[in-house]
């Protein structure tokens, strides 16, 4: 961990040090200290490169926490964010969801004191996380993409598909994967989606990249079943995309020319997106659903109309977004939220997908109790095709 570089913002200063020596002790290489987030703002915006994590106290005088998780949003900072403090879990869990909505990366919030155990662990995940990821932190001469580079790599067809299995949580088993779209730069180098996705929906692009998306997915779905290799693609729809009414036609010509093998294909769309416009949305989501696909509601639980879009929609699947999952297994309120959403599903028909599990303990209470399927790095990072076609042949082993 000798790479690593953590700042620890904290206004009491035994607690700094305290903190600063477990750091230390865990083999970190560079560890700064900051008694507000005044203070804090000032070391991150005068560093070319960003730390790789923050160790952040909330209750603090000048700037808070709070504050300072806001302010790195809009600065679109890559490091990632431990929350301690004394306060009440909720509370804790409710500035974990702020962090997580505004895109922000947060391994974990605890309560203090932070013990040596529990660091190590955040500090193992954050590095496998990286690694996994192949992770390279944003650094001052960063630029963004041009439109034009976009519209180029379209053309080129550059855009290619990762692929993060789904498990049945009861049977071990292999229930689909989902499709995580991708922009390769050079041989070398890979732009995540938070990157071009808001150009395209801004620049008149998503339709087409949405396009391309669909027929990427189904032609692997062609190549994988020649292997032996059977299971649902799931693929992520734009809601800008509703408003064109030539959008769904080419969707459905798309869908439309699979047949039978419509069924292997399932649509996400994020809650907060359908609630926009639901006539544009039910336009083409019943029409999907018509043609056998599968729907599946993304990131269930950060919108604000949950139960209402469920009763409009005719979803097939529920996907219960991160931020309710992380910490679930010690986290009574979650807890809550987690085992009444899967009774409500249960009724209504509808499988219930866990995402973003990336904890040994989490994993196994969703398991106990009853949740259907499970993704994430716990058990998987999303892979190129002939990796997960390896992995599926090699048995599944959990990536972890």
Partial sequence: MERLSVLIVEDSVSQREFVANMCLDAGVGEVALAE?????LTMIDARE??????????????????????????????SAIIIVSGRELSLISAVELMANTQGLWVLDGVQKPLSVERLH?????YTQRRDKLDFKPRTAQSSPLAIEELRMALTQRRFVLHYQPKIDMQSGQLAGVEALVRLTCNQYQIVFPNDFIPLCEAHGLIDDLSYEVIRLAIEQQKRWQQAGLDTAISVNLSAVSFANEAFSGRVMQQVGELGDAAKQLIFEVTETAIIQDIGKALSILTRLRLSGCGLSIDDYGTGYSSIKQLSQIPFTELKIDRSLIEGVSRKAHLQVI???????????GL??????IEKKSDWKYLAAQGCHIGQGYYYSPPMPEEDLLRWWQAGMPALS
């Fill in 351 to 356: 499988k219930v997908v866990a995402e973003g």
């Fill in 338 to 348: 987690f085992e009444s959403t899967l009774s409500m599903c249960n009724k209504l």
């Fill in 121 to 125: 662990s955040l500090l193992r995940l």
């Fill in 49 to 78: 490169q960003d730390y790789d994590i923050l160790i952040c106290d909330l209750e603090m005088p000048d700037l808070d926490g709070i504050e300072l998780i806001h302010l790195l949003a809009s600065r679109q900072r890559n």
């Fill in 36 to 40: 507000n987030g005044r203070v804090a």
